[in-house]
């Protein structure tokens, strides 16, 4: 019923599993817009789909493209990488990528499917306990969240033992405005409880600095998670080379918080991760497999 009412409303393109609505009209030549608006911006819209075990595909294969991503632009090595999207046919578990796997190599069929008590439903590749720890927790405190995402980006990870919260001092880096949780403790988390510490620590904020560990970015898809991951990481770095050659100046707070309402919206945030989407999977075809 959902996809028929999308389709008897929209101009559709349709694909094997989905229904994509028809991409909104552009500005056009000789036309100005005097109010910045994010549909400036909307190239295409989140795809509606006619199953659950449609919509299900999809998060693994974007899943799968986060993962490769995050590995091809170098921001996590070895096993403590993890990005987790909530199971769109069981909200009380969760789709995670496997360790042992590269992330610039895994694929939607590795994927392993867990449960909000830490329990593999499905697949056969192992977890990161602790990564598994912190994401259940995650997903347990906050319904809203569909997506999770981690990894020990180099930048992250050195701007976190600072215990700060990133400044507005770009404006890639003001769509993290108040939006921005410090957890401080605990400082360390390896078991139960203090992961529920940690979920409590995190708040309603869409991200969080982990002091000595690096930056967690939630989303409401896994699209827009990632996004804030390779954005906050990028902001970090900015951070630390402009404070490592001067005082950077700050957005005043009435603009930086007109910057977090906009660019640093959900859809925004989904919008902006179509680019990289487009991109690794014309190069990585075998992501969906």
């Known amino acids: 019923?959902?996809?028929?009412?999308?389709?008897?409303?929209?101009?559709?393109?349709?694909?094997?599993?989905?229904?994509?609505?028809?991409?909104p009209p552009q500005l056009r030549a000789g036309h100005m817009q005097t109010t910045v608006s994010i549909n400036a911006f909307a190239t295409r819209e989140p795809p509606v789909f006619e199953t659950k075990e449609?919509?299900?595909?999809?998060?693994?294969?974007?899943?799968?493209?986060?993962?490769?991503?995050?590995?091809?632009?170098?921001?996590?090595e070895g096993l403590l990488g993890h990005i987790t999207v909530r199971d769109p046919q069981r909200a009380d578990c969760f789709w995670v990528n496997p360790i042992g796997v590269p992330m610039h190599r895994v694929k939607a069929s590795q994927l392993v499917q867990v449960d909000h008590q830490g329990r593999v439903v499905q697949g056969d590749g192992a977890v990161n306990?602790?990564?598994?720890?912190?994401?259940?927790a995650?997903?347990?405190?906050?319904?809203?969240?569909?997506?999770?995402?981690?990894?020990h980006a180099s930048a992250?990870?050195?701007?976190?033992?600072?215990?700060?919260?990133?400044d507005p001092i770009t404006q890639d880096a003001s769509v993290f405005y108040g939006q921005q949780a410090l957890i401080r403790e605990p400082r360390l988390v390896r078991?139960?409880?203090?992961?529920?510490?940690?979920?409590?620590?995190?708040?309603?904020?869409?991200?969080?600095?982990h002091a000595g560990h690096g930056i967690f970015t939630t989303g409401s898809s896994v699209d827009e998670a990632a996004w804030w991951f390779v954005l906050m990481n990028r902001c970090c770095d900015d951070q630390l080379r402009a404070e490592a050659?001067?005082?950077?100046?700050?957005?005043?707070?009435?603009?930086?918080?007109?910057?977090?309402?906009?660019?640093?919206?959900?859809r925004?945030?989904?919008?902006?991760?179509?680019?990289?989407w487009d991109d690794i999977v014309a190069s990585d075809p075998d992501l969906r497999d």
């Open 245 to 266: 050659a001067g005082t950077p100046t700050q957005y005043p707070a009435e603009d930086a918080g007109w910057l977090a309402s906009t660019l640093g919206s959900p």
């Open 156 to 166: 992250a990870s050195t701007w976190a033992a600072l215990e700060r919260l990133l």
């Open 268 to 276: 925004f945030g989904w919008l902006s991760f179509q680019t990289l």
């Open 138 to 151: 995650l997903h347990r405190a906050r319904p809203d969240v569909a997506a999770v995402c981690h990894a």
């Open 129 to 136: 306990p602790v990564g598994l720890l912190l994401h259940t």
């Open 191 to 209: 078991d139960t409880a203090s992961a529920e510490r940690f979920a409590r620590a995190f708040g309603d904020e869409r991200v969080a600095i």
């Open 54 to 76: 449609a919509e299900r595909r999809h998060v693994q294969e974007r899943l799968a493209a986060a993962c490769r991503i995050l590995g091809r632009r170098g921001l996590s």
């Open 1 to 23: 019923m959902r996809a028929a009412r999308a389709v008897a409303h929209h101009r559709c393109l349709r694909f094997a599993h989905c229904v994509v609505p028809a991409q």
